[in-house]
């Protein structure tokens, strides 16, 4: 395989961690269209596989913190 300048051959995969954690509310996670959801979970390196409600519900579980009570 030949390699690119940044030393990755053509098979391999990028993953780069954005800068800023996503600051969405419960509200915003509720009403976020796919599209959205999936481009989010896409670019933390996150499966967009399921149905949208499965997707809401993995991120508010992977990016909301827990209430504390």
Request: zero cysteines; aromatic letters at 16%.
């Amino acid at each position: 395989m030949e390699r690119k300048k940044d030393g990755r051959s053509d098979g391999d995969s990028f993953f780069q961690m954005p800068l800023h954690y996503p600051r969405f509310t419960r509200k915003d996670y509720q009403n976020m269209p796919e599209w959205q959801l999936d481009t989010l979970l896409r670019q933390y390196g996150l499966s967009t596989h399921g149905d949208l409600a499965y997707k809401r519900d993995f991120a508010m579980g992977a990016f909301l913190w827990p209430l504390n009570n």
